[in-house]
């Protein structure tokens, strides 16, 4: 049972570079997040979707996009990835209740420079 | 809105007492549940405990219990006879029941179990 997966684990770009982080979860959830965990700093929402076909804005949401591709799999998408995206990005499924704990993948290390 | 607070950026505690780590929230759901999670050094988040805002009894799990206060908005993690292997970063979380689930974090508290 793999859980949730992300690719790929490390990445550097260069300012102005794009790229898609992919992340996908075979426990047939509804919902599943993205998140950027900075030093020193908790988890931040960038993007969420409670269900396939939905997205919605997090915290932080400016500078990438995000798509819902199908139940399993959701991608997050730098366009023009800038030093400040440095960070290390989570992704997370969750069940149907909001009692349901989320499950997280090993995470991807962004380094912009 | 919806907010998670920890205060506490570090704690320190001797191995096998017991310590209380902070967490405040603020949200305008009457149904919504609170998450603690550890995160080793390793970067993985582990799933601790969970209380739901309509429990009544606060939410216990080993050494873990959470002290769930609803009028004053906390819900604070009691980790009992503290071991080394407690030394993480751990964070609050929060989950609305409207609004497609939208969970967030707090900040975190690291802490360290000394021997």
């Known amino acids: 049972n793999a859980g949730v997966t992300q690719t790929p684990k490390f990445q550097v770009l260069k300012t102005g570079q794009s790229m898609t982080l992919q992340c996908a979860q075979d426990?047939?959830?509804?919902?599943m997040y993205w998140y950027r965990q900075d030093p020193g700093m908790g988890l931040r929402l960038i993007y969420y979707s409670a269900s396939e076909g939905t997205t919605d804005k997090g915290e932080v949401p400016n500078g990438y996009n995000v798509s819902r591709l199908n139940k399993r799999e959701f991608s997050l998408r730098l366009e023009s990835a800038a030093p400040s995206q440095t960070s290390v990005y989570f992704c997370?499924?969750?069940?149907?209740?909001?009692?349901?704990?989320?499950?997280f993948g090993p995470g991807t290390r962004l380094l912009v420079l | 809105a919806q907010k998670i607070t920890q205060t506490q950026p570090g704690m320190f505690v001797q191995e096998k007492e017991a310590v209380t780590l902070d967490c405040t929230y603020d949200t305008s759901d009457q149904s919504y549940g609170l998450f603690w999670y550890k995160q080793p050094s390793s970067g993985e988040m582990i799933f601790l405990i969970y209380?739901?805002?309509?429990?009544?009894q606060n939410a216990t799990e080993g050494r873990y219990s959470l002290n769930f206060q609803k009028a004053r908005k906390s819900a604070n993690l009691v980790i009992s006879a503290s071991q080394l292997g407690d030394s993480a970063m751990y964070f609050c979380?929060?989950?609305?029941?409207?609004?497609?689930?939208?969970?967030?974090f707090g900040a975190g508290t690291r802490l360290f179990v000394k021997a």
């Open positions: 426990m047939n959830h509804n919902s």
């Open positions: 997370a499924s969750s069940g149907g209740l909001v009692k349901e704990t989320q499950y």
């Open positions: 209380q739901g805002s309509y429990d009544e």
């Open positions: 979380a929060m989950r609305e029941s409207t609004g497609g689930f939208k969970t967030i």
